[in-house]
DNA sequence: TTGACAGTTGAATAGTTATTCATATATAAT
DNA sequence: ATTATATATGAATAACTATTCAACTGTCAA
């Protein structure tokens, strides 16, 4: 197999590492997937905000006073939840109560503050 | 209580429920922790390195091309994953070895996988 | 129907970050 | 010593994103 066949210009390729690797690696769109679902997680915001729905639903004034910011922020955050499929709404009147919509998310936190108890 | 304890100008908090979550918070410092490690896999290139690295040690050469990614770029994002405490790595002359430090991180990953393929 | 209020949304700003490029360091080979 | 190579790193650019502000929608009450 030629050299140039690889991408990057180095000597140093261990091939077979190289070529059983990419065959095991999964479609770039699920890498992006995977990326997109921790980059929502990944915002100390939203994070406060999924631990807070864990315990209960809430409605975005409830939501912002808890985090002690604006409701217009957390509306954002919330959209970008919803949109995501991690939380959903019930409308009540004008407010609206968001919760939890995904199992994952809880056990991903709970795993999340073990490693970091562990790391500490 | 009065209304101004309360940060946001709503009339419509329910004050149990926000008391309640509000003792239940974790410190702000956990909350950023939290985010930081997911910050750290939501990025394409980064997840990547992680897969790969789930399946073998490899020097810097290898991982730019299995992502086909030029070895700088591969060269930083290991250097955030390291000082994060995610991979560690070892020389072998003038050759660096990558692998995974924390086991917490493939069974996130999994899970996360798992949530894609449930959503789809 | 008018006013008050809960929530949403678009635009703007400010802060963050991924990649590239150029350069630097370290190791091995000649 | 000198050269080649593997990796690291600082600075710059470009892209992205969280929050704020202002304006808007929808609902309830008077």
Redesign the interface.
Known sequence: MAKNE???D?N???RD??D???K???E?D???????????????T???IL??LD??E??V??I???L????SSISHQLGTLRRS?IVKCRKSG??VFYMLD?D?VK???E??????E??K
């Open positions: 690889f991408i990057c180095c140093a390729i261990h590492v190289v059983n690797t990419s095991n690696m999964l770039a699920t890498f992006n997937r995977i990326a997109d679902f921790f980059k929502i997680l990944g915002d100390t939203r994070a406060k631990f807070a315990q209960n809430m409605c004034c409830d912002a006073n808890v002690g910011m604006s409701k499929g004008k407010e995904d994952h056990k991903v936190i795993m999340c503050i073990e490693h970091i562990h790391k």
